[in-house]
């Protein structure tokens, strides 16, 4: 269960994100792929809250998503805007295409979730092979500080006559490795009757920026520029709480 968005996971994704809400980062995607005449792929799209918005601009893009109950989700959101379903069910380190990209995204911090760094060097060259020359890779990561915040223990959604809800509690943080392993518990409550539960355990790897700009280098990336809580100039702050990170594949 280990990083696996399961049916009680996604539903509750879904009501906490849904389709369009905003961080700053579908501006901030948009912006950036405003010029991108070429198809673009978002791994990790989950129910589409990026992506669906970015089909709507008019860009060319399409996703993938490990959870086959997120991407269902993302497919009913699609049809009902009248819209193609441009989402698979893939991996990370197995997705392939027959076409090449002019941009690749991952918005919202989901690389992370790949915690051995030397998957995600591989994975990172998988993402360089899925390039068209002078291609972006764009991605979301959290800054460091946060290995040392706490998670909020409960939180609840009401949709109708069902209430869902969330226990988190973080089982362990190693600042030598970088990671934090976090225990969440959903249920699904109607009428005073628990219904179904399921059990999450979530664990993220963080990434210093230097030391992710080495990792990009190393497996043959070139130009990288790093972008603070979404602001359009590279100026990246200090104190920022997401950094964007856009490296470009050689020409």
């Known amino acids: 269960m280990e990083n696996t968005y399961g049916t009680l996971a996604s539903w509750v994704y879904h009501l906490d994100k849904p389709i369009g ?20 792929l978002e791994p990790a799209a989950g129910n589409g809250r990026v992506l669906i918005p970015l089909l709507e601009a008019g860009i060319d893009i399409r996703g993938f998503d490990a959870s086959e109950d997120m991407v269902a989700h993302c ?4 049809e009902a805007r009248g819209l193609p379903s441009p989402v698979d069910i893939a991996r990370f380190d197995s997705f392939e295409y027959g076409t ?3 941009a690749i995204i991952i918005p919202t ?28 890779l764009i991605l979301d990561l959290d800054a460091l ?25 973080r089982v362990e943080t190693s600042f030598q490795r970088q990671t934090t392993l976090s225990q969440l518990r959903y249920e699904h409550w109607r009428a005073g009757r628990l219904l179904a539960s399921e059990l999450q355990f979530f664990h993220l790897r963080l990434w210093g920026l230097l030391e992710f700009e080495l990792a990009l280098r190393s497996v043959g990336f070139g130009k990288v520029r790093v972008f603070g809580d979404y602001r359009a100039d590279d100026a990246a702050e200090e ?6 990170v856009e490296a470009v594949a050689p020409g």
Request: charged fraction near 25%.
């Open 21 to 40: 809400r905003s961080f700053g980062d579908i501006e901030f995607y948009r912006e950036r792929l405003s010029g991108c005449r070429e198809p673009v």
């Open 75 to 78: 497919r009913r959101e699609c």
């Open 100 to 102: 090449r990209f002019g």
């Open 109 to 136: 911090g989901s690389f992370q979730l790949i915690t051995e760094p030397v998957q995600a060097l591989a994975v990172l060259k998988r993402f360089l092979d899925a390039l068209l020359p002078g291609g972006r």
């Open 145 to 169: 500080a946060c290995l040392g915040e706490t998670v909020t223990p409960a939180r609840q959604w009401r949709t109708g006559e069902d209430i869902l809800t969330l226990v988190e509690s």
């Open 239 to 244: 104190g920022a709480s997401i950094f964007t």
